[in-house]
């Protein structure tokens, strides 16, 4: 199918922005309390919370390797984004039965790790449709795409946490999970509903499935296999030692497809293959990173921050600890549109960063991110806590070094791989960002609190020593992405080369 007409990208583009916004909206508002919801509601202990969300977080990244290559090749990925919408509506409403069962819980994720394969690789892929064939306006279109992860992500995770204390509060019974698990269904619904709205602006961008007839059958075989992989799924999740074992065969998995698509591809193929391969790299050690702020940063703030937003002795308001996740999407949704900016003014002028300097820049900002949070100890009161500020000046490094590496991540495979490749090696991207999320969950185990401490000076040494850990391995990180830059040189200049020939 051809992509959008200039004039009618802007169009085209604000539809998948919004459905992209619901969908994040849904997802972050989840994931704001699932791990409080593991520790709090269901009784595990931190070690068994932030390694079961680790497992869910890379089946939930993992399966978009599957879900992209349906898009391009089975169903079309309109229809299949689509598809993923209405399964991850299911999948929230699951979580809203009020049961205790570990099982049902591992089964509603299932569902939620169906439905995020079939959407996301789709949703990111329909940009790059949009604005195929323009590097400046990819990025800048991804760093704006990335804005309406966050502005979902903002609001869910603001609402999420107030809506639970309240109805707690007001009705007791703890049906305050389920009420805000309600509205993450909610929010998907409606993103289906403003695409119903606008979807004539879409009526020319897809794969070329969209532009046939739906096969019924394939349809069927779809939801077939997806039905098995909502049961593996909770399988996985309920056997720590399965859940390893499949990290490291995903792991494996995509370093054989990055072999296979560089020995097979053409020649003028490969130099964009393989830099795409090594800041796929980069990237898995970007999301061990990222994966703190919803494990070991969110156990921070649960029990080392205090929640009261002061200032000059004046107090402002109060956040629940789970709230504190959303200064991770109120930073980007502030950076967002000055870095976009930023990226076009400079590609006019020629003066634009690589993307591979891009994401050495982003490792050394994330390194002072953790750097914050590991001075903590000096900053602490008698009480062993320290001020919520603290969090938003962390939160506001880690998001910057965040919109540089992650954030240009699907820009990255827009830009070097092929567009016949480009659903599933997006796909591919996020089983290597899988991969590094279930890792994050075991970075986030070595400061899991033991039963018997409960006081926050006996808690705080056992988060910063974390943290200060982590700022060091974002340094070397950084290192290592400088060391990579002359390659990466040598290989965007053979692959422009190669493609203006």
Same mark, same amino acid.
């Given at each position: 199918?051809?992509?959008?007409?200039?004039?009618?990208?802007?169009?085209?583009?604000?539809?998948?922005?919004?459905?992209?916004?619901?969908?994040?909206? *849904?997802?972050?508002?989840?994931?704001?309390?699932?791990?409080?919801?593991?520790?709090?509601?269901?009784?595990?202990?931190?070690?068994?919370?932030?390694?079961?969300?680790?497992?869910?977080?890379?089946?939930?990244?993992?399966?978009?390797?599957?879900?992209?290559?349906?898009?391009?090749?089975?169903?079309?990925?309109?229809?299949?984004?689509?598809?993923?919408?209405?399964?991850?509506?299911?999948?929230?409403?699951?979580?809203?039965?009020?049961?205790?069962?570990?099982?049902?819980?591992? /089964?509603?994720?299932?569902?939620?790790?169906? *439905?995020?394969?079939?959407?996301?690789?789709?949703?990111?892929?329909?940009?790059?449709?949009?604005?195929?064939?323009?590097?400046?306006?990819?990025?800048?279109?991804?760093?704006?795409?990335?804005?309406?992860?966050?502005?979902?992500?903002?609001?869910?995770?603001?609402?999420?946490?107030?809506?639970?204390?309240?109805?707690?509060?007001?009705?007791?019974?703890?049906? *305050?999970?389920?009420?805000?698990?309600?509205? /993450?269904?909610?929010?998907?619904?409606?993103?289906?509903?403003?695409?119903?709205?606008?979807?004539?602006?879409?009526?020319?961008? *897809?794969?070329?499935?969209?532009?046939?007839?739906?096969?019924?059958?394939?349809?069927?075989?779809?939801?077939?296999?997806?039905?098995?992989?909502?049961?593996?799924?909770?399988?996985?999740?309920?056997?720590?030692?399965?859940?390893? #074992?499949?990290?490291?065969?995903?792991?494996?998995?995509?370093?054989?497809?990055?072999?296979?698509?560089?020995?097979?591809?053409?020649?003028?193929?490969?130099?964009?293959?393989?830099?795409?391969?090594?800041?796929?790299?980069?990237?898995?050690?970007?999301?061990?990173?990222?994966? $703190?702020?919803?494990?070991?940063?969110?156990?921070?703030?649960?029990?080392?921050?205090?929640?009261?937003?002061?200032?000059?002795?004046?107090?402002?308001?109060?956040?629940?600890?789970?709230?504190?996740?959303?200064?991770?999407?109120?930073?980007?949704?502030?950076?967002?549109?000055?870095?976009?900016?930023?990226?076009?003014?400079?590609?006019?002028?020629?003066?634009?960063?690589?993307?591979?300097?891009?994401?050495?820049?982003?490792?050394?900002?994330?390194?002072?991110?953790?750097?914050?949070?590991?001075?903590?100890?000096?900053?602490?009161?008698?009480?062993?806590?320290?001020?919520?500020?603290?969090?938003?000046?962390?939160?506001?490094?880690?998001?910057?070094?965040?919109?540089?590496?992650?954030?240009?991540?699907?820009?990255?495979? #827009?830009?070097?791989?092929?567009?016949?490749?480009?659903?599933?090696?997006?796909? #591919?991207?996020?089983?290597?960002?899988?991969?590094? $999320?279930?890792?994050?969950?075991?970075?986030?185990?070595?400061?899991?609190?033991?039963?018997?401490?409960?006081?926050?000076?006996?808690?705080?040494?056992?988060?910063?020593?974390?943290?200060?850990?982590?700022?060091?391995?974002?340094?070397? /990180?950084?290192?290592?992405?400088?060391?990579?830059?002359?390659?990466?040189?040598?290989?965007?200049?053979?692959?422009?080369?190669?493609?203006?020939?």
């Amino acid at each position: 199918m051809t992509t959008a007409a200039p004039q009618s990208q802007t169009r085209s583009f604000a539809t998948v922005f919004l459905i992209e916004m619901w969908e994040r909206f *849904g997802y972050y508002g989840m994931q704001a309390l699932i791990v409080y919801y593991m520790v709090q509601r269901l009784g595990f202990d931190d070690d068994r919370a932030n390694l079961v969300w680790g497992a869910a977080a890379a089946l939930i990244y993992v399966a978009p390797a599957i879900g992209g290559w349906i898009g391009d090749k089975i169903l079309g990925t309109r229809r299949t984004m689509l598809l993923g919408a209405v399964i991850l509506s299911a999948g929230y409403a699951l979580m809203v039965v009020p049961t205790e069962s570990t099982w049902f819980l591992f /089964c509603a994720l299932g569902v939620i790790v169906v *439905g995020n394969g079939l959407f996301k690789p789709n949703a990111g892929n329909l940009v790059r449709k949009i604005y195929e064939g323009d590097d400046s306006r990819i990025d800048s279109a991804f760093t704006i795409y990335y804005m309406a992860v966050n502005l979902g992500a903002m609001i869910s995770q603001l609402l999420t946490p107030w809506l639970k204390d309240y109805v707690n509060q007001a009705y007791g019974n703890e049906l *305050g999970w389920h009420v805000a698990f309600a509205v /993450c269904s909610v929010g998907l619904i409606v993103g289906l509903f403003n695409y119903l709205i606008m979807r004539a602006s879409m009526g020319q961008i *897809g794969s070329a499935p969209d532009a046939q007839p739906v096969d019924w059958s394939k349809l069927g075989a779809v939801l077939a296999l997806g039905m098995v992989a909502v049961f593996a799924s909770a399988y996985i999740l309920e056997h720590e030692t399965v859940a390893r #074992a499949f990290v490291y065969v995903a792991g494996i998995a995509v370093l054989a497809i990055f072999a296979y698509l560089i020995s097979s591809g053409r020649r003028d193929e490969r130099p964009g293959l393989i830099a795409a391969l090594v800041l796929t790299v980069q990237t898995v050690f970007y999301f061990v990173f990222y994966q $703190q702020m919803s494990t070991s940063l969110n156990l921070f703030a649960l029990r080392n921050v205090d929640m009261a937003f002061n200032v000059f002795g004046a107090h402002l308001w109060d956040w629940s600890p789970a709230q504190i996740q959303a200064f991770n999407p109120i930073w980007i949704f502030i950076l967002s549109p000055i870095l976009a900016w930023l990226y076009t003014w400079a590609g006019k002028r020629k003066r634009d960063l690589s993307i591979a300097a891009k994401f050495a820049l982003g490792f050394v900002i994330i390194a002072g991110g953790f750097f914050i949070y590991g001075a903590a100890q000096h900053f602490a009161g008698a009480d062993g806590k320290v001020s919520s500020w603290l969090m938003v000046w962390g939160y506001g490094a880690i998001s910057l070094g965040e919109l540089l590496v992650s954030g240009l991540g699907l820009a990255m495979i #827009a830009r070097y791989v092929p567009a016949r490749m480009g659903g599933f090696m997006m796909g #591919a991207w996020f089983v290597a960002s899988g991969i590094s $999320q279930y890792l994050g969950g075991v970075v986030a185990t070595y400061a899991s609190v033991p039963s018997d401490i409960s006081e926050p000076l006996q808690t705080l040494p056992i988060y910063t020593a974390l943290f200060n850990k982590l700022g060091i391995a974002a340094l070397v /990180c950084t290192l290592i992405a400088i060391a990579a830059l002359p390659l990466m040189k040598r290989l965007s200049d053979s692959h422009h080369r190669q493609g203006s020939t």
